[in-house]
């Protein structure tokens, strides 16, 4: 089937960066949009940074500006290149992708890397 793994979360102090890597493998026809999604203890997953097939990104508000998502087609690779970060960005980080395996496209996530902001 199809598995993605994220690597790159860790113990940074503010204002510092991190990068996060999320490489899909199995059997793939085509990796549609990819995303990054952090959850913080206590709160509802949200989506942070999206890049379609053909390179297009969008980003939320609170990481406008700080946040760089890119992928790397033929690695089947996303990554999110994080800079400026604040305690506010603690959370486990889950990447997602949308990827059509046989017949149809369907959504699968990884299992999380834990990013903690602090001094």
């Known amino acids: 089937q199809v598995q993605l793994v994220e690597s790159g979360g860790g113990l940074v102090q503010p204002g510092g960066s991190l990068r996060l890597s999320c490489a899909a493998s199995?059997?793939?026809?085509?990796?549609?949009?990819m995303a990054w999604s952090p959850q913080a203890p206590g709160k509802q997953r949200e989506l942070v940074a999206t890049?379609?097939?053909?390179?297009?990104?969008n980003y939320a508000d609170s990481v406008q500006g700080r946040f760089t998502i890119s992928r790397d087609t033929a690695k089947n690779t996303v990554y999110l290149q994080m800079n400026s970060l604040k305690p506010e960005d603690t959370a486990v980080y889950y990447c997602?992708?949308?990827?059509?395996?046989?017949?149809?496209?369907?959504?699968?996530w990884g299992q999380g890397t834990q990013v903690t902001v602090s001094s």
């Open positions: 890049i379609n097939s053909g390179g297009s990104t």
């Open positions: 997602r992708a949308n990827i059509r395996v046989v017949l149809a496209s369907t959504d699968y």
């Open positions: 199995g059997r793939i026809l085509r990796v549609n949009d």
